[in-house]
Antibody, heavy 120, light 110 residues
Framework: QLQLQESGPGLVKPSETLSLTCTVS??????????WGWVRQPPGRGLEWIGD???????SYNPSLKTRVTISVDKSKDLLSLRLDSVTAADTAVYYC????????????WGQGTLVTVSS | QSALTQPASVSGSPGQSITISCTGT?????????VSWYQQHPGKVPKLMIY???NRPSGVSSRFSGSKSGNTASLTISGLQAEDEADYYC??????????FGGGTKLTVL
């Protein structure tokens, strides 16, 4: 059973960079051409898609975050990464890493999520 | 891109059926069949209930079903049970190669 686990700082200062990683276990990030991505959820609010990275290395981002976000994979370490620049309090959220089957909406694996608070 | 439109809340009694709508545009819901639905209990990870409009992942109860007509997708839960009380979110692929979620619907089982 594939497992995803997010990790990173729980507190980030405004204007700084949020960096998270997602470790893939009981599976490989480079197997079967899955697509990997991030979804976030501000406290008490709904889900927001951040972006996906494809097995080709290409990426797709939420237009509202596109200028600040970078998603990448390190296949040698089975790591998925998220970088969000110039954060504000509005970026406070639980961040989830996910896996999706290509050419479907089957986003079948989610990490447990990690809360990141943006505050000075 | 704008969030898909869902009712803020719906309710039903045990045993009844309810339907949650998810309205988008011809650039998302109406443009393809990559619409999915998630169930989320408080403090828990979202759980995929329906993908590609009407497909159930392994292990999801047959009481959950999905459909689509034009720019509106729907999730129907039949034989409502207390454990179905949760937040539900729709999600759609868009013509811009992005994904968009609905605002979420709180289901209350009376």
């Amino acid at each position: 059973q594939l497992q995803l686990q997010e990790s990173g700082p729980g507190l980030v200062k405004p204007s700084e960079t949020l960096s998270l990683t997602c470790t893939v276990s009981s599976g490989s990030i480079s197997s079967n051409n899955f697509q990997w991505g991030w979804v976030r959820q501000p406290p008490g609010r709904g889900l927001e898609w951040i972006g996906d990275v494809f097995y080709t290395g290409g990426t797709s981002y939420n237009p509202s975050l596109k200028t600040r976000v970078t998603i990448s994979v390190d296949k040698s370490k089975d790591l998925l990464s998220l970088r969000l620049d110039s954060v504000t309090a509005a970026d406070t959220a639980v961040y989830y890493c996910t896996r999706r089957v290509p050419n479907t909406s089957l986003r079948d694996s989610w990490g447990q999520g990690t809360l990141v608070t943006v505050s000075s | 891109q704008s969030a898909l439109t869902q009712p803020a809340s719906v309710s039903g009694s045990p045993g009844q059926s309810i339907t949650i709508s998810c309205t988008g545009t011809s650039s998302d819901v109406g443009n393809n069949n990559h619409v999915s639905w998630y169930q989320q209990h408080p403090g828990k990870v979202p759980k995929l209930m329906i993908y590609d409009v009407s497909n159930r992942p392994s292990g999801v109860s047959s009481r959950f079903s999905g459909s689509k007509s034009g720019n509106t997708a729907s999730l129907t839960i039949s034989g409502l049970q207390a454990e179905d009380e949760a937040d539900y979110y729709c999600n759609s692929y868009t013509s811009s190669n992005t994904w968009v979620f609905g605002g979420g619907t709180k289901l209350t089982v009376l």
